[in-house]
């Protein structure tokens, strides 16, 4: 690996980390609870970003979904839910650590529903499966993984939920050097290598996406995580 790559792979790395004790620190804080707005949730957590980190940059804006509304992705905009005592949470945050983005996302039970935990626990080991079939195929493609991950959704009994199943992580605003372009992610219409250069060269980084849901049950679960960083 040269140089810049090992650099930008450890800032990389370096911002999920930061991430990750976030996380940790809302589950050991209570912050997930019954009673209390998506919109209550997501102020506490950006609080409580600010005092860890002085963070008030985003990259993408900030998700906390419950009950029905964890059918929808990310592009949706669902009407603001209370939390139900034992309901089915997910959050999608991207903070900016000292201009590398961070893009994790996580699944949380509340109360003791066997499917609701199955849900949270197939989607980990779905991306867990993800990261192993992208790490055996060097030239495998954005269409190849996003409709792997489709069939994965089947075979744990869930539908895929999303439009992708990931895209392009980077330097702080990565959309402006990368365009919105559907080569940008993990979509069924991105026949290119996800190895493949981008526009100036450089190598890309990736987040990859499990987003499963029932639309009977009218639950979903959700976890993100960085695909090509050791």
């Known amino acids: 690996m040269n140089q810049s790559l090992e650099k930008r792979h450890q800032a990389l790395r370096g911002a999920e980390t930061k991430a990750e004790f976030l996380f940790t620190t809302i589950e050991e804080k209570g912050i997930i609870r019954g009673g209390v707005t998506e919109k209550d949730i997501n102020k506490e957590i950006y609080e409580l970003a600010f005092q860890l980190f002085g963070i008030k940059k985003y990259w993408h804006k900030r998700i906390v979904r419950a009950g029905s509304n964890t059918l929808f992705p990310y592009r949706e905009n669902p009407p603001n839910l209370t939390v139900a005592p034992e309901d089915i949470v997910f959050l999608d945050f991207g903070p900016i650590f000292e201009d590398w983005e961070a893009d994790l996302g996580r699944t949380y039970v509340l109360g003791n529903d066997p499917v609701k935990q199955k849900l949270r626990d197939d989607i980990e080991k779905a991306w867990d499966e993800g990261k192993a079939y992208f790490l055996s195929k060097p ?12 069939e994965l959704a089947k075979a744990y009994g869930w ?3 999303g439009p992708h199943a990931g895209h392009l992580i980077g330097e702080f605003p990565h959309e402006k050097i ?4 559907i080569v940008n992610y993990i979509h069924p219409d991105n026949h290119k290598p996800m ?3 981008d526009h100036n060269g450089h190598p890309r980084d990736w987040i990859l996406e499990v987003h499963f849901i029932d639309r009977e049950r009218e639950i979903g679960g959700f976890v993100e995580k960085l695909l090509t960083v050791e």
């Open 159 to 161: 539908e895929y939920g």
């Open 139 to 150: 030239d495998i493609t954005s269409s190849e993984l996003f409709f792997y991950m489709c």
């Open 178 to 181: 990368q365009g919105d372009d």
């Open 195 to 197: 190895s493949e250069s």
